[in-house]
């Protein structure tokens, strides 16, 4: 795994996409996922009782790319580290990757 991490407008998510696009070039599997996005969407799939299924499909390409680790606002009682641990766990299990961008630690 990466993470990139620095100030917001330092160039982590045109990096992390940058990355991204290289990998696809040299034929690899890769999702790109917003956190935010990726909370709307896990929390949805939990409330349809498809969390399971919704954490196969991030992980089934060989990377997944997660932008703005830390940024995402929960809503209600689901939250979003539930998820990344669910992907961290189902990961090992697996010779894939998961590459992060976060804001700069205060």
């Not at 969390?51 to 196969?56: I, S, T, Y």
């Amino acid at each position: 795994g990466l993470l990139l991490q620095g100030e917001m407008g330092s160039g982590k998510t045109t990096l992390l996409r940058a990355i991204g696009r290289s990998l696809c070039q040299l034929g690899l599997g890769v999702r790109y996922a917003d956190c935010n996005q990726l909370y709307l969407g896990a929390r949805e799939a939990a409330g349809e009782g498809n969390l399971g299924e919704f954490v196969e499909c991030l992980i089934e390409p060989a990377v997944l790319l997660l932008d703005d680790l830390g940024q995402e606002r929960p809503r209600g009682p689901f939250w979003i580290d539930e998820v990344i641990h669910a992907l961290a766990d189902r990961k090992r299990t697996l010779p894939r990757s998961i590459t992060f961008s976060s804001p700069a630690m205060m």
